[in-house]
C-alpha cells in the first residue's frame, strides 16, 4: 500500500545532495499513470514497459538508479534481473527476494484472495485498519492514504500479479556490486531473514533504527551522500 506521497520527501532530499536530470515515481496505483505502467499486467511483462518508457526518456544521463520499496523493490529486482547491465546503483528497501516452495505458494495465494475480498467487500477506514494491523507493519507507524489517491481495481490487480507467489528471483544472477540493501532493524519479517543474508551470502546490507516502513524515516537518516557515490 503506497503512493507519491511515501516519495515527494524523498525526491526533494535527493535532489539537494546529487545533481539529477530526472526523478520520476512510477503511480502504479493510479489511473493517472501511463497505462502501460499501472498495475494489473504480469510482473515480466511490466518491468519490460518499465524498461522501455525509461529508455525513452531523451536523456544525456550516464548513470541510472532504480529505488524500490517494498513491492516496488521487488519490481525493481525483476527489473534489475533482466536488464543486470542498465542500472548504476539499485537500492531496495524492505523487500522480500525469495522465490517462494510450492508449499508457500499456497499459503500466499489464500492471503491473496483473503485481502482481495476485504478489498472488495469492507468500507476503506475499515480495510485501512485491518491492513495496518498485520504483524509485519506493527513496529512502524499506521498510515492512511486517502481512497481517491489510488485505483481500487488496480490495487486488488497488484496484490495478486505481483505477489511473492509469482515472482521469480534469483539473488545469484542479480549484480551484488551495485545492490544495497536497507531493511528497520525492527521489521518483524525480515530482520532474521537479512541477518542471514548479510553473513552468508555477504549482501551489503544498511541498518536502519526503524520497521518495515522505511520511507516513515527523514530521507536524511534513510539516505545518505555516499549511498550514491558509492555502494
Not at 516519495?7 to 535532489?15: A, E
Not at 472488495?120 to 489517491?149: A, C, G, I, T
Request: hydrophobic share 35%; charged share 30%; glycine share 4%.
Amino acid at each position: 500500500m503506497g503512493g507519491d506521497f511515501q516519495f515527494r520527501p524523498l525526491l526533494k532530499y535527493l535532489k539537494t545532495i546529487k545533481p539529477i536530470n530526472e526523478a520520476r515515481v512510477i503511480s502504479y496505483f493510479s489511473e493517472k499513470e501511463i497505462p502501460s505502467l499501472r498495475a494489473g499486467r504480469c510482473i515480466e511483462t511490466w518491468v519490460d514497459s518499465f524498461m522501455e518508457f525509461v529508455q525513452s526518456r531523451q536523456s544525456d544521463a550516464t548513470e541510472y538508479c532504480l529505488i524500490g520499496y517494498s513491492m516496488g523493490g521487488r519490481l525493481a529486482l525483476s527489473t534489475v534481473q533482466k536488464y543486470p547491465n542498465f542500472w548504476s546503483k539499485i537500492l531496495v528497501l524492505s523487500s522480500n527476494p525469495l522465490t517462494l516452495k510450492a508449499e508457500e505458494k499456497l499459503s500466499r495465494e489464500n492471503w491473496e484472495k483473503l485481502w482481495m475480498n476485504r478489498l472488495r467487500d469492507m468500507d476503506w477506514d475499515d480495510f485501512l485498519d485491518e491492513w495496518n494491523r498485520q504483524d509485519v507493519f506493527l513496529s512502524s507507524e499506521p498510515e492512511f492514504p486517502e481512497k481517491d489517491s489510488l485505483c481500487l481495481e488496480l490495487l486488488s490487480k497488484a496484490i495478486q500479479l505481483w505477489s511473492t507467489s509469482r515472482q521469480s528471483i534469483d539473488l545469484s544472477c542479480l549484480p551484488s556490486n551495485t545492490i544495497k540493501w536497507y531493511v528497520g532493524e525492527r521489521d518483524p519479517k525480515y530482520r532474521k531473514l537479512f541477518l542471514d543474508f548479510e553473513k552468508n551470502l555477504g549482501l551489503k546490507v544498511k541498518w536502519l533504527p526503524h520497521g518495515h516502513r522505511l520511507l516513515q524515516l527523514p530521507p536524511n537518516e534513510l539516505f545518505e551522500r555516499e549511498d550514491f557515490f558509492g555502494i
